[in-house]
């Protein structure tokens, strides 16, 4: 097989991996909107990441990978793992009054987030297309919170949440240049499931039957899942190229809200969506672009005058 047919497997898995990833995370989501039927978001939030641990633990932990626990900057991997929980709980609580396509409309917005704030805090400064494609995204997110309007106070959740994912996705690029993705996860978890080990017992609710408890198992299960696939997708294809079917993750919401919630978009977010989606869409377009031309750049540097 040819390395230019290797390559091309590489990235049609990396994006089936992709695809997959984001599934499991929608999972999730419809999960935590079932169980704060029957209990506290805390009490989801301690299951996801204690589930998650637990599980993870069985299959990598620091006695089989010593080197596991290693971290370089260890307030950078709190301050992480404190974004990630936040977020999570947040993104529950929200859920308990919201759908999930809207939800997910609004954490779209991250992408964008994360590109305003790498400049100040990365030194990687976006140009004025880039700018432009962001006020535009903001736009879609306005679309489907309809401030002023009949705007649910739990939109303004899903707003924190995506500020939290955003810092989270920040600092875990500072982070990606000293510790390894294993490292990351597992003070991810770590820190999530002992930070609810320590609150879940003021809002305590003993689950009503073992469907319950399994769909608290599972919770953590497709967390996992979700996030060793996003990293293993990564390795295998180049961002710019899977980045785009993350958005297939607003197909599954839509899908899951209908099938478990009867839960129909409106057309305020299915255009708020849009909006969003698309400005997405060209931002990844936009750093394809930039990493192609620095690329072509650094060959003709190397070449030198013939």
């Known amino acids: 097989m040819t390395n230019h047919a290797v390559a091309r497997r590489q990235r049609l898995a990396g994006i089936a991996l992709m695809c997959t990833a984001v599934a499991c995370l929608t999972f999730v989501d419809a999960l935590s909107k079932y169980l704060v039927g029957y209990m506290e978001p805390l009490q ?172 608290m198992v599972f919770i953590g299960g497709f967390g996992s899942v979700g996030h060793y696939l996003l990293i293993a997708a990564h390795r295998l294809a180049p961002a710019s190229l899977i980045s785009p079917f993350m958005y297939t993750q607003l197909v599954w919401g839509i899908t899951l809200g209908y099938l478990i919630f009867q839960d129909v978009p409106s057309s305020w977010t299915l255009a708020g969506a849009s909006i969003v989606v698309g400005s997405g869409l060209y931002l990844v377009n936009r750093e394809r672009k930039r990493h192609s031309t620095e690329a072509a750049r650094a060959t003709s540097d190397t070449a030198g005058p013939h």
Not at 117 to 133: F, N
């Open 44 to 215: 989801v939030v301690w299951a996801r990441y204690t589930s998650a641990f637990v599980l993870a633990f069985v299959v990598s932990n620091p006695l089989t990978r010593p080197g596991m626990l290693v971290t370089r900057r260890p307030l950078l991997q709190l301050s992480r793992s404190i974004f990630m929980v936040g977020g999570t709980f947040l993104n529950v609580l929200a859920l308990r009054y919201l759908q999930i396509d809207q939800t997910l409309s609004i954490v779209f917005s991250t992408p964008f987030l994360v590109a305003a704030m790498a400049g100040p805090l990365l030194g990687e400064w976006i140009g004025w297309r880039r700018w432009i494609a962001i006020t535009v995204g903001f736009v879609g997110v306005l679309v489907v919170i309809r401030p002023g309007f009949d705007m649910h106070p739990a939109a303004l959740l899903s707003v924190a949440t995506a500020v939290c994912y955003a810092f989270y996705g920040i600092i875990t690029r500072l982070l990606s240049h000293t510790d390894s993705n294993e490292t990351q996860l597992f003070y991810g978890n770590f820190v999530g499931a002992v930070a609810m080990c320590c609150v879940v017992w003021f809002v305590w609710t003993t689950p009503e039957s073992l469907w319950l408890v399994a769909l």
